[in-house]
């Protein structure tokens, strides 16, 4: 897919006005990316399929989870948790421990209007599990069985897992297979087909 098909390919889900703020947060990334290491210089002609689609496909995975909060870990330049927020309506938490990155994120927000994020500096380990999260998504962070056990006090069985995990996906979801109980799907990647997703909901210990 090129960057006007993955364009379109937003622009058709969830309309003009969102996709022309999601353009908007694009041009700050790259803007900011000559400053700051936010993502791969060879990817910023193609940012559009590579990052803002990667991210927005994770959405419609998640339509079926409860109301609730959108927990992304370890944020980053805002891939997908900045992406879901301008394109839905949930309250999304920014977990990102480090200063510059978390910053960015606050600044963001307020750049573009987003008054549904939340932004805590901070590891997922560290913050408080106030209430389970409806979803919690997690971008090239780390292996599915860490994830679970960083992250599973902030979910409970309904809370919908949406994973892009590469081409490791069907040999992470049996290794975390190991240690963790629950419902998990793997689904391809339309920016990559071998690329895949880990969809979970009724993570548990094992």
Do not use: Y
Not at 79 to 99: H, K, M, Q, S, Y
């Amino acid at each position: 897919m090129n960057e006007l098909g993955a364009r379109d390919w937003i622009e058709s889900r969830f309309g003009k006005d969102r996709t022309e703020l999601l353009a908007r947060f694009a041009d700050r990334i790259v803007t900011e990316t000559a400053q700051q290491n936010l993502i791969a210089a060879s990817t910023i002609e193609h940012i559009w399929e590579r990052h803002l689609l990667d991210s927005a496909q994770l959405i419609p995975l998640a339509e079926t989870a409860p109301h609730g909060d959108w927990i992304d870990i370890g944020s980053g330049a805002g891939f997908p948790g900045i992406v879901a927020a301008i394109l839905t309506d949930r309250r999304v938490v920014l977990v990102e421990p480090r200063t510059r990155r978390a910053t960015l994120l606050a600044e963001v927000a307020t750049e573009l209007g987003l008054t549904n994020v939340v932004v805590h500096q901070a590891k997922i380990e560290k913050l408080a599990a106030d209430r389970p999260a409806a979803i919690i998504s997690a971008r090239a962070v780390a292996k599915l069985s860490m994830l679970f056990a960083i992250g599973h006090r902030h979910s409970d069985s309904n809370t919908i897992w949406v994973l892009p995990k590469g081409r490791s996906a069907a040999d992470e979801v049996a290794e975390a297979g190991v240690d963790w109980a629950g419902t998990f799907h793997v689904e391809h990647s339309v920016t990559d087909p071998t690329s895949s997703i880990v969809v979970a909901r009724g993570v548990r210990r094992a």
